[in-house]
């Protein structure tokens, strides 16, 4: 828990749970982050995600984490691993809150949606690129799982009814993806 979160816990009637780390396996070839702030309601989906998802499936090559950084933080958390799958909330006004979206981050039409970008820092975008640039090991596929959200600075540890009712159809896609990602690497083709 980052200080913020910890003085934010300290100062208010709610606790925010850690999210324990599960174990990482030497070489684990699949990192699914989430990302957000569980202290801001449906900001903190990513994390109530990759918490249930942990909670369901333990596998050697698969690391569950959860951040709230945003572009060279979250870009150096990538360094590494085969494929990645962020988990975050989104604001695109294509779909109704809740509405669960799997992009690649090239796809990404804003690059100020959700985490993958700051006003205090570079987008994840732009720290990919100078990634490649000092050829750093990227994971590929980077696929971005994105839950519609409605802004909001309100500060709960709850998500509201649409983003909570998604919770299992995100946790259903990120395992449909998972599979996929198993079964094209053991086959040596690029996920499609």
Request: hydrophobic share 40%.
């Amino acid at each position: 828990m980052t200080p913020v979160q910890s003085q934010a816990a300290e100062n208010t009637s709610f606790q925010v749970e850690e999210i324990p780390r599960a174990p990482a396996e030497p070489g684990a070839a699949t990192l699914v982050l989430g990302l957000g702030n569980p202290l801001l309601g449906d900001d903190g989906a990513g994390w109530k995600i990759v918490s249930t998802l942990q909670d369901q499936m333990r596998a050697r090559d698969i690391e569950f984490d959860c951040l709230d950084c945003s572009g060279l933080a979250l870009m150096e958390r990538l360094v590494g691993y085969r494929q990645a799958i962020l988990v975050d909330a989104v604001t695109t006004g294509s779909g109704p809150l809740g509405q669960v979206q799997c992009l690649s981050v090239e796809e990404l039409g804003d690059p100020s949606l959700g985490h993958l970008t700051s006003a205090h820092d570079t987008s994840l975008r732009s720290a990919l690129e100078l990634a490649r640039e000092l050829d750093l090991p990227l994971p590929s596929p980077i696929l971005v799982i994105g839950i519609e959200v409605q802004p909001s600075n309100d500060c709960s540890a709850r998500l509201s009814g649409p983003v909570e009712e998604a919770v299992p159809q995100a946790t259903e896609k990120i395992r449909d993806l998972l599979a996929s990602l198993r079964a094209t690497a053991g086959r040596g083709v690029p996920p499609g």
